[in-house]
């Protein structure tokens, strides 16, 4: 973790691997740390949130593609692997529930062509099963504008994760 004032400080290349990790999107990382410095954790909270809402189709399919189906943890020790379980952590893990994820996740790659990506940080296996239902019923330009706000969101509490004010976590 670093504070805002060393993120302002350090060197683009100490910083842009965690800024992927928080968003797979070089795009975005190199945006947000050319708008450096920033005030306060706020300011760069916004910054990140406002580039990454300016985000096009390309790179929200990549960005997806750093991120595992919801029910799959990685098993990795990396640190996207950790946040990953972490940020599932509400999401049961007993055969029947591995079983619905797993056929929920099916039909929506059928119907979307990509990953089901939700923020599951807090939500139950019941609220991401309902979730998914209803997108289900989604158009494709809804389910896009729906999934690139699910990413802005992810990769917010990621960030949050990385940056530090005042010595106290965010």
């Known amino acids: 973790m670093v504070t805002v004032e060393e993120f302002n400080e350090w060197e683009r290349e100490r910083l842009r691997p965690a800024l992927l990790e928080c968003c797979d999107v070089p795009a975005w990382a190199d945006a947000l740390l050319r708008a450096r410095p920033y005030p306060d954790l706020a300011a760069l ?10 985000l096009g189709p390309e790179d929200v399919e990549r960005a997806l593609a750093a991120h595992p189906r919801i029910g799959e943890r990685p098993e990795g020790a990396d640190r996207t692997a950790a946040w990953s379980r972490q940020e599932q952590s509400g999401v049961a893990a007993d055969a029947e529930t591995a079983a619905a994820l797993h056929s929920a996740n099916r039909l929506y790659e059928k ?46 509490l990621r960030l949050q994760r990385v940056i530090v004010e005042s010595g106290r976590a965010a």
């Open 45 to 54: 909270l916004d910054a990140a949130d406002r580039l990454a809402a300016a």
């Open 111 to 156: 119907r979307f062509g990509r990953v089901f990506l939700i923020c599951a940080t807090g939500l139950s296996t019941s609220d991401i099963l309902t979730a998914v239902m209803l997108r289900l019923g989604n158009d494709p330009a809804t389910e896009a504008t729906v999934v690139a706000t699910e990413l802005r969101k992810i990769a917010r």
